[in-house]
Nanobody, 127 residues
Framework: QVQLVESGGGLVQAGGSLRLSCAAS????????MAWFRQAPGKEREFVAA????????IYADSVKGQFTMSRDNAEKTVYLQMNSLKHEDTAIYYC????????????????????WGQGTQVTVSS
């Protein structure tokens, strides 16, 4: 099992940046696929980015490509989401998720494929 704790959210003006962190417990972090999702009020949970356990580069939703950067540090058992040029529509609760399942690229983008979730961290971008 793994437990996930997100941090780094907050209120930022449009055009600003935030860096989210997701710290994981457990000894097998390096074997987990990790992802970030977000959920805005009244909307479904949306894929943001994912890093396969064996991957070198992450995959991104088209809506954040070139704007967000996901990274992982297996030694620190942490994944990060660097968010730049933030826009009002990036306002949401951001969740970290993990799974050890073998997933296709589409599977990595699907919330129901993830077994473990953090509590979420609120990101609010003022326009």
């Amino acid at each position: 099992q793994v437990q996930l704790v997100e941090s780094g959210g907050g209120l930022v003006q449009a055009g600003g940046s935030l860096r989210l962190s997701c710290a994981a417990s457990g000894r097998t972090f390096s074997t987990y696929n990790m992802a970030w999702f977000r959920q805005a009020p009244g909307k479904e949970r949306e894929f943001v980015a994912a890093f396969r356990w064996s991957g070198i580069v992450p995959i991104y939703a088209d809506s954040v490509k070139g704007q967000f950067t996901m990274s992982r540090d297996n030694a620190e058992k942490t994944v990060y989401l660097q968010m730049n040029s933030l826009k009002h529509e990036d306002t949401a609760i951001y969740y970290c998720a993990a799974t050890r399942s073998q997933l296709t690229t589409q599977g990595l983008r699907t919330p129901s494929e993830y077994a473990y979730w953090g509590q979420g961290t609120q990101v609010t971008v003022s326009s």
